[in-house]
């Protein structure tokens, strides 16, 4: 019972303490799940987050369902999709009663917009740490850095669409298996 009680902790504070959607959620669990309570490791909070956005639904709630999952079963899932979305649900109708009365205010304009900015530092972050770990894991790092800087380019130049990246990004990195298999296949 006492994991239950963490899982609705942890998943409830990243919910709450969280702006921005999945993405700015992302150093949030890692910080919780990985480095505070070492329930998964980083390379499976990835992995949760790569299904997750392959999967339909929202992509933090569906990472909090595996994360809880992988460590509870389905109940553990089920408890930690809960205890993600009630802070957000509970904000939301807050957001709806009180707040909308206040939103032309310049100050809270001023605190939404340092809050913002609180979450690109967080993204730069992990986008600099998930770039420094697959650097150093990489056996190609000079094909790995050109997919990184073709798809930034792809992304700023061409303004493609993430599924157009994402393709294109897989493919180049399958090439060079490509040609191997193709050498091999002709001896």
Same mark, same amino acid.
């Given at each position: 019972?006492?994991?239950?009680?963490?899982?609705?902790?942890?998943?409830?504070?990243?919910?709450?303490?969280?702006?921005?959607?999945?993405?700015?959620?992302?150093?949030?669990?890692?910080?919780?799940?990985?480095?505070?309570?070492?329930?998964?490791?980083?390379?499976?909070?990835?992995?949760?987050?790569?299904?997750?956005?392959?999967?339909?639904?929202?992509?933090?709630?569906?990472?909090?369902?595996?994360?809880g999952y992988r460590l509870k079963g389905f109940w553990g899932g089920?408890?930690?999709?809960?205890?993600?979305?009630?802070?957000?649900?509970?904000?939301?109708?807050?957001?709806?009663?009180?707040?909308?009365?206040?939103?032309?205010?310049?100050?809270?304009?001023?605190?939404?917009? =340092? +809050?913002? *900015? $609180?979450? %690109?530092?967080? !993204? @730069?972050?992990?986008?600099?740490?998930?770039?420094?770990?697959?650097?150093?894991?990489?056996?190609?790092?000079?094909?790995?850095? =050109? +997919?990184? *800087? $073709?798809? %930034?380019?792809? !992304? @700023?130049?061409?303004?493609?669409?993430?599924?157009a990246v994402v393709f294109t990004a897989a493919l180049a990195g399958?090439?060079?298996?490509?040609?191997?298999?193709?050498?091999?296949?002709?001896?």
């Open positions: 019972m006492k994991t239950y009680w963490e899982l609705i902790i942890s998943f409830f504070k990243t919910g709450l303490f969280t702006f921005g959607g999945g993405l700015a959620m992302l150093p949030i669990i890692k910080a919780e799940v990985v480095d505070r309570r070492k329930w998964i490791t980083e390379d499976e909070l990835f992995d949760f987050y790569a299904i997750s956005q392959c999967t339909p639904g929202i992509i933090i709630v569906n990472t909090a369902t595996f994360c089920v408890v930690a999709t809960l205890a993600v979305i009630t802070p957000s649900i509970l904000i939301i109708t807050l957001i709806a009663a009180v707040l909308s009365r206040f939103m032309d205010n310049p100050y809270l304009e001023s605190a939404f917009s =340092g +809050i913002r *900015l $609180g979450v %690109c530092a967080l !993204l @730069l972050n992990l986008i600099f740490d998930l770039g420094k770990k697959i650097y150093t894991q990489s056996s190609q790092k000079k094909l790995h850095i =050109g +997919i990184f *800087l $073709g798809a %930034c380019f792809m !992304l @700023l130049v061409f303004k493609a669409s993430a599924v399958f090439l060079p298996y490509l040609r191997k298999f193709r050498k091999r296949s002709h001896k």
